[in-house]
C-alpha cells in the first residue's frame, strides 16, 4: 500500500469514526477550536483556544443548553485537502452545558488567545451543621 493511499484510507477511517463536530467545518469554512471543560466546587469553567483571534471579534451567546463561541480570524488560513484549497476566516464552537447551572450568571473573560467562560452552578441544597 502506497503512503498515499494509506493516508487517504486513515483519513476516510478517522473522518467516519469521530463526530463530525471534532473536526474542522470544511462546508462552512470555519475552524473548530479546541476547548477544555473542568468543574470546580462552585462553577464550571470552559477555556476555548482561539488564537490568532482579538477580544472584539469574539462573540458568546447563551442559548437553550448550549454555549456558542464564533470568532473571526485576524488573518485568513490556509488548508489544502484533497487537492482543494479552503480558506478559513473564523472559528465557531457550539458546547452543551452541564446540567443545574445558572444561564443568567455566565460570565466571560479573554486574555492571551484564551477565552474563559465561567458557568456557574445552580446549588439547590443547603448545609445543615452537624452537631
Given at each position: 500500500?502506497?503512503?498515499?493511499?494509506?493516508?487517504?484510507?486513515?483519513?476516510?477511517?478517522?473522518?467516519?469514526?469521530?463526530?463530525?463536530?471534532?473536526?474542522?467545518?470544511?462546508?462552512?469554512?470555519?475552524?473548530?477550536?479546541?476547548?477544555?471543560?473542568?468543574?470546580?466546587?462552585?462553577?464550571?469553567?470552559?477555556?476555548?483556544?482561539?488564537?490568532?483571534?482579538?477580544?472584539?471579534?469574539?462573540?458568546?451567546?447563551?442559548?437553550?443548553?448550549?454555549?456558542?463561541?464564533?470568532?473571526?480570524?485576524?488573518?485568513?488560513?490556509?488548508?489544502?485537502?484533497?487537492?482543494?484549497?479552503?480558506?478559513?476566516?473564523?472559528?465557531?464552537?457550539?458546547?452543551?452545558?452541564p446540567a443545574y447551572v445558572d444561564a443568567r450568571?455566565?460570565?466571560?473573560?479573554?486574555?492571551?488567545?484564551?477565552?474563559?467562560?465561567i458557568i456557574p452552578k445552580i446549588t439547590n441544597?443547603?448545609?445543615?451543621?452537624?452537631?
Open positions: 500500500m502506497s503512503s498515499s493511499s494509506f493516508i487517504s484510507a486513515f483519513e476516510k477511517r478517522t473522518n467516519a469514526t469521530f463526530d463530525h463536530r471534532l473536526i474542522d467545518d470544511f462546508a462552512n469554512r470555519e475552524l473548530i477550536p479546541l476547548s477544555y471543560l473542568t468543574e470546580k466546587d462552585s462553577k464550571w469553567i470552559l477555556q476555548v483556544d482561539l488564537p490568532g483571534v482579538r477580544k472584539k471579534d469574539v462573540s458568546v451567546t447563551v442559548t437553550r443548553g448550549h454555549v456558542i463561541v464564533k470568532a473571526k480570524l485576524e488573518e485568513a488560513y490556509h488548508v489544502s485537502r484533497h487537492g482543494y484549497l479552503t480558506k478559513f476566516e473564523s472559528m465557531r464552537k457550539v458546547s452543551s452545558l450568571k455566565i460570565s466571560a473573560r479573554f486574555k492571551n488567545g484564551i477565552l474563559t467562560i441544597g443547603k448545609k445543615i451543621p452537624i452537631g
